[in-house]
């Protein structure tokens, strides 16, 4: 045994060359699937939570038939049932005739807008009545809080159904036309925010939480030990994650036409486009934050260091516009902004892909710069 | 081709403030030989050893890897010539064992088939477990798989079998010994005295960044000048007068703990000595609370040198 020592080991059969692996990137991405789809926890909130998200915020804004007024009819009032059941023909006036305690409480309690009760002082004298009137049909008092936001409107509803029940006639022949297309309503807003945010957060969270969970477990510095070329490590970040962001992507879009009959106006492929450089830009961010934490604690105070503030900014729920102008421009540089804003564009308003360079730039130089930074400064142990 | 498989000369690795983990080490590891690296906690073997695997950067000295420096521009070559264990890696939890050693079977262009490397091991039944549900023993043979799988010339174990059942261990031991008589290198930690003597041909004593001894694990043993050792606590109140024990013929060395009463000899011969030891403590009016005699180890050449045991820290 002694002279084997001494010699190239590897002189002899026992070196096989059979290739028994796929390509190291493909071997790695294979893994980030796995240890992805493995977990449930992560699998929820990248593709249910923003559904979930989507369906709450949806129905809560969504176009609905103008709500019913709620309002009680005091039954102090002697024609309480008659005055109760010509408000409520119109079909926009629910009133309930209530005893007078009940009422009260009701209006207090906010659960009636207003409460219809029995004239408080004298009955408007005939002179303040509008000229040629006839002596009022009935008298009656409106109770309701002036401060509560609701309560003007409320009261101008009530009071016009009221005065025609009893026989008033319009001067002015009016129809009503309600804006209802797509394109233009909340959740055609909506659904485009939500898919910026999920691709920022998804890239963020998929890729420093990994990378620095790897490192604060010793892995990273074990895959340093290997001839891993180390670019195929980080590739297959980015590989995994365009897996999963085609998945995503799709299933907010597919789910938005389905259920909220939300149309992609622009091309696929401009959607496609535009998902890939944002979801590209924020690994790159994402990878520069977890270049060197070494506790989960610390990328993630990091992390939300970074996304809360385009959170709040970037015009995901609300558009930024509601912001003073001078703070227009720093948003729109923001990469959040920028994907919103062109997956909008695509979206909402069926703009092609090369429409929204300005957007796109802001995204690539995002991306470029914090990935040629943290290139530099990863720590691989 | 140069004989050695590692070399390092006056290795040395600061961690500011004040930490000296490795002061001046040198190292010579021959090809096909097993070298264990043997001292207490924190006196710089895996600092060591990272260095020799090319993850650390040392502040001075020279390393040689195979005949090659790190970072003299072949690195990713020669990391696909070795295998490593960490002291301390948690490999992926969510992927099988398969899918692990496969992983890392991809990174080089040759080496076993993992099936192989997973049996050698003895984890076929774990095949495909997730490595999160496997036992701290079987997850050490996960990591020593992913170090075989490249089939390297050099190995580098650091503590692979600590915390482990003997049964666990001896199993680890015997993966060592088949990698060792297919020609591997060999570059060991241990805390473990049974460890080193059985697989090691010869072994460093390193203690505060410094190599005490190098030799192999006999002549180490034999270089005490004794066979046998003898231990005793000695009860309150242990006034002992060293220097008339250690007169005493047959003793070759004696050492005394005041702290813990202990009284170390070692002599030649136990069966003649050890009466005369008796009457010296009775006559000293010295009483032995505990007595014990056995075979001189690893781990008295460690005391005799540092005046420590190997796992005082
Ligand atoms: N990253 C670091 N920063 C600061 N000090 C360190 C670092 N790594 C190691 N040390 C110090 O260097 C010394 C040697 O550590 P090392 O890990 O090499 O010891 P060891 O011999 O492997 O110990 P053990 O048997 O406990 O594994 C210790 O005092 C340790 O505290
Ligand atoms: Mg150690």
New binding site residues.
Partial sequence: MADRHTSDRHTGDRRRDDKVTGHPLWELTAARLREFVREPAAVFWVFGFPLVLAIGLGIAFRNKPPERVKIAVDGRLPDAAEVAKRLSKGGRIDARVLPHARAERALERGEVGLVIAPPTAAPPKASAAPQGAKRAALSLSYRFDPSAPESQRIRLAVDDALQRAYGRVDVVAVVDVPMKKPGARYIDFLIPGLLGLNLMGSSMWGLGYSIVHARSHKLLKRYAATPMNRAHYLMSYALSRLVFLTAEVTILVVFGFLVFDVTLKGSVFALAGISLVGATSFAGISLLIASRPTTIEGVSGWMNFVMMPMWLLSGSFFSYERFPDALHLPIKLLPLTALNDALRAVMNEGRPLWATWPELCVMVGWGVGSFVIALKIFRWR | MSEAALRCEGLVKR?PPD?V?VDGVDLEVRRGECMGLL??????????VEILEGLTEPDAGVVEVLGQRWGAGDDRRLRGRIGVAL?ETRLSEKLTVYETVRLFRSFYGSGRHPDEVIEVLGLEEKRGAKVGKLSGGQRQRVALACALVSDPDVLFLD?PTTGLDPQARLRIWEVVEQYRAGGGTVLL?T?YMEEAARLCDRVTIIDH?RVIAVDSPERLVKSLGAEQIIEAELAEPAALELASIESLAGVSGASFDSETRRLTLRVVDIAQTLARVLAELERQKLVAETLRTHEATLEDVFVHHTGRGLRDG
């Fill in positions: 961690y930490v983990a001292g207490p906690n924190g006196a710089g073997k895996t600092t060591t002291q503590e930690t805390h960044g």
